[in-house]
């Protein structure tokens, strides 16, 4: 796995300038949603270094406007810093989630959390690692998951869908846990702590890494109705440790959101 441990060697490295406690916050659009000067930090050191990594590639990145345009061959997918809130409130549950995509197809996937020293990693066809061990989804059934799941924070005119979808599988499932950090979520699917994931938006930032961890451990991660994700717009997630687990949430999710609102 030789692409995927330069990677890793990129994100420790810029998950130094992560371990301070001297940051600046900024609001970006009302309080849910800031950024902090380490995210500036650690994406512009990801940018500069993986850009080398791979000569040609491009970037998708959340803060400062880093869009890609037109078709690239490899594209990174960055989230320097998945869960800032956590991370200004020095909650541990915070990540930097990168996803490399190769002609329109995840190649390969790390996240790091560093207040835990906890690595996931990926590759296409290669399996899925948690600290340099193989990982795989749970085999729990619908009844015994756990979900990780969420209230549309960013837009709170959508929490009535996502309540409607929390109550009728609440009664359904074991219990609901909430991180806020979706990379993470996504990686605790994959080593199976948790067997269910639902949001009602997210960024190509906040999945694309943890999409293919989640693939190579044996899960499911798709959108609305089932449709495969794209990576390159805001998309409505659903995942499992299995197809029949994702059947059942499916359908749950498609009975309260039809079509999503946006």
């Known amino acids: 796995m030789k692409l995927t ?7 420790r490295e810029a998950s130094r300038l992560m371990l301070t406690d001297h940051f600046e916050i900024e609001s970006k659009s009302g309080v849910e949603n800031i950024v902090t000067s380490s995210d500036i930090a ?10 080398a990594y791979i000569p040609g590639s491009s970037v998708l990145a959340e ?3 880093m869009q890609e345009s037109g078709d690239v061959e490899y594209l990174w997918i960055i989230d320097p810093i998945d869960g ?8 541990k549950e915070s990540a930097i989630s990168v996803g490399l995509m190769h002609s329109g197809e995840m190649l390969a996937g790390v996240v790091y959390s560093p207040a835990g020293d906890e690595l996931f990693y990926a590759e296409k066809g290669k399996g899925a690692y948690f600290n340099g061990g193989r990982i795989h989804v749970s085999d729990r059934p619908f009844k015994a998951s756990l979900i990780c799941t969420a209230m549309s924070t960013y837009n709170k005119d959508w929490a009535p869908e996502c309540a409607a979808v929390i109550n009728d599988v609440y009664y359904k499932i074991n219990d609901f846990r909430r991180f806020g950090t979706a990379s993470l979520e996504i990686c605790y699917l994959a080593m199976g702590r948790v067997e269910l994931y639902f949001e009602y938006r997210l960024q190509p930032w906040d999945i694309a890494a943890g999409s293919i961890i989640l693939s190579e451990a044996g899960g499911v991660l798709r959108g609305l109705h089932g449709a495969p994700l794209t990576f390159r717009r805001q998309e409505l997630t659903i995942g499992a440790n299995s197809e029949e687990n994702f059947a059942l949430l499916s359908e749950i999710v498609s009975h309260h959101i039809p079509a999503v609102r946006y």
């Open 5 to 11: 441990e330069g990677i890793v060697k990129i994100v």
């Open 42 to 51: 650690v994406q512009s050191f990801l940018v500069k270094e993986l850009c």
């Open 63 to 65: 803060e400062e406007g």
């Open 84 to 91: 800032t809130m956590n991370y200004s409130r020095g909650i």
